[in-house]
């Protein structure tokens, strides 16, 4: 499978890439707009870019048996980037409505502290089961980050559907929504990597190649929604005839959005 490995290599590379470019450029426009919740989103992707790096490290310096400090660092290191992302839902969508942020963050740290506690064991012994620990921990920090997402862009965007602001301004909160849902999706090929086995099988570079499409995916429509195209903000806006709201700044439209949540609705006391 050396044709796949060389694949995955060239997908890791080009993501790698991407999202650093994506992080970048989020901080430039954040410069440009003032959306200081961007910071959050933004954070992620360099998280993700780092976490490529200590993968890289961590692979070359671990130790046959045991923990050295390269595996301390990347096992803190590792799946860090989706607190990112919990971060960036609170302050996106309940800066001032109640919400299960206290949950979701309190939850993620526990499986987080766990997933330190087990991965480091199974430098010592390995195991089939300690392996499926350290996955199910892997896959409950990236299901509750993910789906807090999708559900909070989601919920938003129903809630100002039929509200008075520019139709690209709430397809940018469907975006989101549909966006998250290809980083939870990613859970399904990730729990299903058999144990102890190399990028020479064929099921194993398969569900990677899929775990990086999925990544993939997720950063182009983030970087779509939060960096809408001018042909695509027409398009969206194409049978919308009001002017007034187009001329608002990014942080106008946002305390725009937030009004509207706060006006109640099934949405708004989550």
């Known amino acids: 499978m050396v044709d796949a490995q060389i694949i995955i290599y060239l997908m890791g590379a080009f993501l790698f890439s991407m999202n650093f470019f994506i992080g970048s450029y989020l901080l430039i426009r954040i410069r440009r707009t003032g959306l200081s919740n961007i910071y959050w989103l933004s954070f992620y992707f360099f998280f993700t870019v780092i976490e490529f790096i200590m993968r890289m490290v961590f692979a070359a310096g671990r130790p046959t048996v045991g923990v050295n400090l390269i595996s301390w660092i990347y ?40 997933y330190i506690i ?36 989601l ?21 989101v929504g549909i966006s998250a849902i290809f980083l939870i999706a990613q859970n399904i090929p990730n729990i299903l990597m058999p144990y102890r086995v190399s990028f020479e099988s064929p099921l194993m570079a398969t569900l990677t190649i899929i775990i990086t499409i999925f990544n993939i995916i997720f950063a182009i429509l983030s970087l779509i929604a939060w960096v809408m195209p001018k042909k695509l903000k027409s398009y969206f806006n194409r049978d919308y005839s009001k002017t007034e709201d187009e001329e608002l700044s990014e942080d106008e439209l946002m305390a725009q959005i937030k009004l509207q949540l706060l006006k109640g609705g099934p949405n708004g006391n989550n």
Request: no cysteine; glycine share 2%.
């Open 118 to 153: 087990a991965y480091a064991i199974t430098d010592f012994e390995l195991s089939a089961e300690l392996y499926y620990i350290v996955k199910g921990l892997a896959t409950y920090m990236i299901f509750i980050s993910s789906f807090w997402l999708s559900f909070a862009s």
């Open 75 to 114: 096992y803190i290191f590792n799946l860090t980037g989706h607190f990112a992302l919990i971060f960036f839902v609170k302050s996106t969508f309940y800066t001032e409505r109640r919400s299960a942020f206290s949950f979701v963050l309190s939850s993620a740290i526990i499986a987080k502290i766990f």
């Open 155 to 175: 919920s938003a965007y129903y809630k100002i559907k039929k509200s008075e602001i520019s139709p690209w301004v709430k397809k940018r909160y469907l975006i």
